[in-house]
């Protein structure tokens, strides 16, 4: 959510900050802009809309120079337009922002004698160091103490006209890493950010601020006592990101889930010995009690979990929207396992329940994609789920690498509890083994799907229905749905939809149903004929099976290979990610960055 990046160096730097930008677009993308230090002047160029509208502001007015900011926003205070846009200026001082300032409204009324040319809050940082900076103080001071003043979370950058080649930095709250280079030093929001530029990063810890110039940096605590932090070495290099021969990264993200789940077990399950590989500190043996909090997706990921951990090992679990988790004051015990789930761990409402349970000492577990995030740093137990960078903002890989390492996790749990016989344990882990194949083989439907989606994308209301563990993955399809197509979709669990939004199914209605042959598939069927009697067109996600016991009785019918009910809810993932996907590539939405979404949320 708001994308940061920044080069002090000695060579000029504004193509490399577009650069930057355009690798964190995901983060945000409704207004963007750069400001650099050229002869320790100031200039900066910013223009509401994507990256390439600033690129073309640049290619008519350049500016370059040896140090420079730059920011791609995700607007949360003040509407999407060029004065909003960041880096916001006042006096001698430029500021690039990632979070929500809470306490800007008092600020202003403090420097009321200033001029506010914007409505965010972002813009009260550069008048309160420029008010510093006036009253007599040296830059570093001007900086630190007027981070004191700041209440809310906060990535930024900054840079003084008059000075030389510096940025100071800061975060608390929202995730900022510096780039170490060859005299040359970096910002960034994320590894992403810099993939080109360097491998050598620090991530910031809460609290913390820093200086950099070319040849140096010095991060000092939030008590401004200078500290030392880890130097960590990322891998990928810049290939990381890149979309290769696919249209969409979400395409590509969803090609990759063979190999992404590959990964993903090969991490917590020993294919030779046929059983569960957990890491040694995530013992079940004394819990009694799981609590699985998420957002969005993930939190799909979470309740089909729910479904797993209670059936198979026999642990109660609640599973939890992480921005009403904690403001519901929860009942802990000390017997629970916590366990955030998150693609980006920088999940602001999932990252606070984490920090809500480890306050009150609930152990805590973070299953993410991303390792070297807050939530993997601050959890007691980091689980990795392997699936490579994802780029497109709806999640597809990170969700099917979420639910595998659950299943996995499920089974580890379910032997330290002693509840899994050796033959079901077998079988649930061939189960697993035998998930990248059937992937490969559901994306050989790809071609029927997009022709599927031709009528289907026509809708202006759809509804997505499952019984069982199908239940979050018709939220799931109708999310995705909605995300990147703009259609509205309402997931329901197939047996409460008659308790309500029945009434909305009219002629031509489309109604997904998601149906697998296995124990409820008559019961799902039921309901199905429900909707067809009131006029519903029905697309059919099911196996060989269920499609031989439907007949003819449903035109539209996408076969999936037949799976265990176990891993099936990640089979039928498939179907509706690429109908999703067709979709919105029929509607010529923008994929990859839908309207008003942002890839990683770090604010609340
Ligand atoms: C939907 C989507 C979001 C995320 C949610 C949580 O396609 O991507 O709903 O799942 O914002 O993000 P993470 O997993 O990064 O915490």
């Known amino acids: ?5 920044g080069i002090t160096g000695t060579s000029v730097v504004t193509d490399r900050l577009v650069d930057g930008l355009k690798r964190l677009e995901y983060r945000g993308y409704d207004s963007s802009g750069v400001a650099i230090l050229d002869d320790r002047v100031i200039k900066r160029e910013r223009a509401e809309g994507k990256i390439k509208m600033l690129e073309a502001r640049l290619g008519a007015h350049p500016i370059d120079g040896q140090t420079g900011i730059a920011h791609t926003r995700w607007a949360t205070h003040g509407v999407p337009n060029e004065t909003n846009a960041h880096p916001h200026l006042s006096g001698r001082v430029c500021v690039v922002h990632n979070g929500i300032i809470e306490n800007f409204l008092d600020i202003r009324q403090e420097l009321s004698h200033h001029e506010f040319v914007s409505e965010t809050d972002t813009e009260v940082i550069a008048h309160l160091v420029d008010e510093a900076l006036s009253a007599g103080l040296p830059p570093i001071d001007a900086f630190s103490q007027s981070l004191k003043k700041l209440k809310g979370a906060y990535a930024l950058g900054l840079i003084i006209d008059g000075e030389d080649n510096r940025i100071f930095c800061a975060r608390a709250g929202s995730p900022l890493a510096i780039g170490v280079g060859e005299n040359e030093m970096y910002l960034g929001s994320d590894a992403l950010a810099l993939a080109q530029l360097t ?96 957002c969005g997706t993930a939190s799909y990921a979470g309740m089909v979990a ?12 609640d599973v939890d929207i992480a921005s009403e988790f904690r403001y519901r004051q929860p009942v802990l015990s000390q017997k629970a396992l916590f366990i955030a789930i998150s693609q980006s761990g920088e999940t602001a409402d999932t990252l606070a329940a984490l920090r809500y349970c480890k306050n009150n000492g609930v152990k805590t577990a973070a299953l993410v994609n991303v390792m070297t995030s807050t939530m993997a740093r601050e959890a007691d ?13 709806a999640s597809t890989k990170a969700f099917t690498s979420q639910l595998t390492a659950l299943a996995a996790i499920t089974l580890g749990a379910a032997v330290s509890k002693g509840v899994l016989s050796a033959a079901r344990q077998e079988a649930l882990i061939k189960s697993l083994i035998k998930m990248p194949r059937q992937v490969k083989d559901a994306l050989e439907l790809d071609g029927a799907i997009e022709a599927m989606a031709f009528d289907f994308s026509k809708a202006k209301n759809a509804f997505y229905l499952g019984r069982g563990s199908q239940v979050p993955i018709a939220f799931e399809g109708a999310l995705k749905l ?41 019961k799902t069927i039921s309901n199905l004929q429900e909707v067809v009697s009131r006029g519903a067109s029905i697309i059919l996600i099911t196996d060989v099976a269920g499609a031989q016991h439907i007949g003819d009785m449903v035109k539209n019918i996408i076969i999936m290979p037949t799976a265990h009910d176990f891993t099936a809810p990640i089979i039928t993932t498939i179907a509706v990610q690429l109908l999703a996907y067709h979709s919105a590539v029929h509607l010529g939405t923008d994929v990859d960055q839908p309207r008003n979404l942002a890839k990683s949320v770090t604010v609340e």
């Open 1 to 5: 959510m708001c994308g940061i990046i």
């Open 381 to 393: 137990i980091a689980l990795p789920i392997n699936a490579g960078p994802e780029i497109g903002v």
């Open 482 to 522: 909605k995300e990147i197509s703009y259609i509205h979709a309402e997931g329901y669990a197939a047996g409460e939809l008659k308790h309500g939004p029945i009434a909305l199914i009219e002629d031509g209605t489309p109604v997904v149903v998601l149906a697998p042959f296995d124990a409820l598939f008559e």
């Open 199 to 294: 491998s050598n990063l620090i991530y910031l810890e809460e609290g913390d601020w820093a200086v950099l110039t070319p040849e140096s940096y010095e991060i000092f605590d939030v008590n401004d006592k200078a500290v030392t932090r880890p130097v960590t070495i990322i891998s990928g290099g810049p290939a990381m990101a890149e979309k290769g021969n696919y249209r969409h990264f979400m395409l590509k993200e969803i090609y990759e889930q063979p190999e992404t789940i590959t990964r993903t077990l090969e991490n917590y399950i020993d294919e030779f010995k046929h059983a569960p590989n957990l890491p040694h500190e995530l013992d079940f043996t004394d819990i009694d009690r799981i609590i699985l909090v998420a």
């Open 306 to 317: 729910k479904y797993w951990f209670e059936q198979i090992a026999g642990i109660p679990v």
